[in-house]
């Protein structure tokens, strides 16, 4: 499975608005990790469409995060980013060539459908356990306690 950079950006960008305490701007977020304001606005504006952060107009503009952190979970940001459709698209392999199965006869998915589907479900199963709460946690572990109100007092910081 492979998953567009943007899901790793807009993961980064939730975690980091929880220190925010003020809207934080998209060019303020690019500077903070190093990205294209460019690149990371389109992935702030999917983040908005789907209802995840909220945009602030004017000169003390920016985003906020629309609810808790503990009620976003990181299937939300994936489907946010690279959509809700599942990663594995059944075209009935089995119903072509020269041995081509009839249509009737394929009542049920095969094996490989069901494999994939499956490993799709548990996939998703996994991501929508983990909420942006759980990744500020882990920052704290594996970046020490500190980390995330720095990133807050740099946010702050305006030109």
């Known amino acids: 499975m492979k998953m567009s ?3 790793e950006w807009a993961l980064h960008c939730c975690v980091a608005l929880t220190a925010a305490s003020e809207p934080v701007p998209a060019v303020r977020l690019a500077e903070l990790h190093d990205v294209s304001p460019s690149y990371l606005a389109k992935q702030l504006q999917e983040l908005s469409r789907a209802g995840l952060v909220r945009s602030v107009q004017g000169k003390a503009g920016g985003y906020l995060l629309t609810r808790p952190a503990d009620q976003i979970t990181v ?14 698209v059944c075209t009935e392999v089995r119903q072509r060539g020269p041995l081509a199965a009839p249509p009737e006869t394929c009542t ?5 459908a069901r494999v994939m589907y499956d490993a799709d479900h ?7 356990q983990v909420t942006i709460a759980d990744l500020v946690r882990d ?12 990133v807050g007092a740099w946010l702050a910081l305006r030109d």
Not at 108 to 112: D, E, Q, R, S, T
Not at 139 to 150: E, I, N, V
């Open 5 to 7: 950079g943007g899901v």
């Open 75 to 88: 299937l939300d940001v994936v489907e946010a980013i690279d959509g809700p459709g599942g990663a594995f």
């Open 108 to 112: 049920a998915p095969c094996g490989i």
């Open 122 to 128: 548990a996939w998703r199963q996994s991501l929508r």
């Open 139 to 150: 920052t704290g572990r594996t970046l020490g306690p500190q980390a995330l109100s720095g």
